[in-house]
């Protein structure tokens, strides 16, 4: 790859330009229409419509993945990563769409990757006063959401053929929320010693986000400003000395 190249992928992917903001806000938008798109499939029969559409989205994604890996300047420490392997799961279920109907559902793992790059959130801190003020109670919802879709997937991939009661995503879905709130209804419920055990992972990673979501919910209201002294990353909104080492902190007033 030529190096004027090379140059051009990194202003886009890393730089602090207008040109590469306004790529990245299209890349948030091309996966936000991905996540959508996924969601309404699930639901749907497969037709030559939906296989084309899934591998013309799974070439795009294969794009911007060798994008990333070319301008990566550690690319062991890359291939390591978690959130490379929920984009190779990704790209191999859009481009496969024949045979990986199994492992579909996995594409949603990339919006992942999307909230947990440091850049991005940099950005949407700057940009936006309303993800700024509720970024933590925006993520934990969004990990909710995913583990919702993600389970909502492995109940329906491992029970529809095996469990009476699970004919389709929204049966799944059904299933997956009334275990996760532990309401248990009792008139769905999963076959088998697997069955039981997916419903034990469900009930205990569930739960266990519900209560991060209470958490940042009902927590005491801080703003986050890094102290350049030690470095404390949460303040009261009227801080005016850090309370871990004493500094005068100069937070911004946005007006409230």
Request: proline share 3%; hydrophobic share 50%.
């Amino acid at each position: 790859m030529s190096a004027s190249l090379l140059g051009a992928l990194r202003e886009l992917y890393d730089a602090d330009t207008e040109r590469g903001r306004r790529f990245r806000y299209g890349l948030l938008t091309f996966d936000l229409a991905t996540v959508a798109f996924i969601v309404a499939t699930s639901f749907m029969e497969r037709n030559g419509l939906i296989e084309i559409l899934d591998v013309a989205v799974g070439l795009f994604v294969l794009a911007d993945f060798s994008a990333r890996m070319a301008i990566s300047r550690d690319r062991l420490r890359e291939i390591a990563h978690p959130a490379t392997w929920a984009d190779v799961i990704a790209i191999v279920s859009f481009l496969a769409p024949l045979t990986s109907e199994g492992a579909a559902f996995l594409r949603i793992l990339r919006t992942l990757r999307l909230l947990h790059a440091y850049q991005l959130l940099s950005r949407l801190r700057e940009d936006f006063g309303f993800f700024r003020r509720n970024e933590d109670v925006i993520i934990a919802i969004v990990h909710l959401a995913v583990f919702i879709f993600i389970m909502t997937g492995v109940v329906y991939e491992t029970q529809h053929k095996v469990s009476p009661h699970i004919n389709n995503y929204v049966d799944a879905l059904y299933f997956t929320v009334t275990t996760l709130t532990t309401t248990g209804f009792g008139d769905i419920t999963l076959q088998g010693t697997a069955g039981r055990l997916l419903s034990v992972v469900v009930m205990i990673a569930g739960v266990t986000l519900f209560l991060r979501l209470a958490q940042v919910l009902f927590r005491p209201n801080k703003v986050r400003f890094p102290c350049p002294q030690c470095g404390l990353q949460r303040h009261e909104p009227d801080a005016v000395h850090c309370k871990a080492c004493g500094i005068v902190l100069n937070i911004p007033d946005e007006g409230n």
